[in-house]
Nanobody, 125 residues
Framework: QVQLVESGGGLVQPGGSLRLSCAAS????????MDWYRQGPGKQRELVAA???????NYADSVKGRFTISRDNAKNTVYLQMNSLKPEDTAVYSC???????????????????WGQGTLVTVSS
């Protein structure tokens, strides 16, 4: 009933930039937090950046100062601006959201967690 669709991945040279987008659609009353995770080759999935509905952000130490997360609540979309990319940023980036599908769910705090399918970011010369 709810889908997250990511876009913006691709191949970029070290030092370059990419902007990822993740749009939520379907039965959505309100979205709480939205996050970006990544999983690199042979690595565990890690939280990259998170943003609350009020705009409070949190970043992994490895991306602080280089990545910026933002969201457009009217469009149910979250973005990840990635600058000064490094080869170690190569990974599948996945969007994650915690939301309430209906007003009843909001009143009872029945939270739905949804994941996107992921988009590959490759940083290489």
């Amino acid at each position: 009933q709810v889908q997250l669709v990511e876009s913006g991945g691709g191949l970029v040279q070290p030092g370059g930039s990419l902007r990822l987008s993740c749009a939520a659609s379907g039965s959505i009353f309100r979205i709480n937090a939205m996050d970006w995770y990544r999983q690199g080759p042979g690595k565990q999935r890690e939280l990259v950046a998170a943003i609350t509905s009020g705009g409070i952000t949190n970043y992994a130490d490895s991306v602080k100062g280089r990545f910026t997360i933002s969201r457009d609540n009217a469009k149910n979309t979250v973005y990840l601006q990635m600058n000064s990319l490094k080869p170690e940023d190569t990974a599948v980036y996945s969007c994650h959201a915690r939301l309430w599908s209906t007003y009843r769910d909001y009143l009872t705090n029945r939270i739905l967690e949804v994941w996107g399918q992921g988009t590959l970011v490759t940083v290489s010369s």
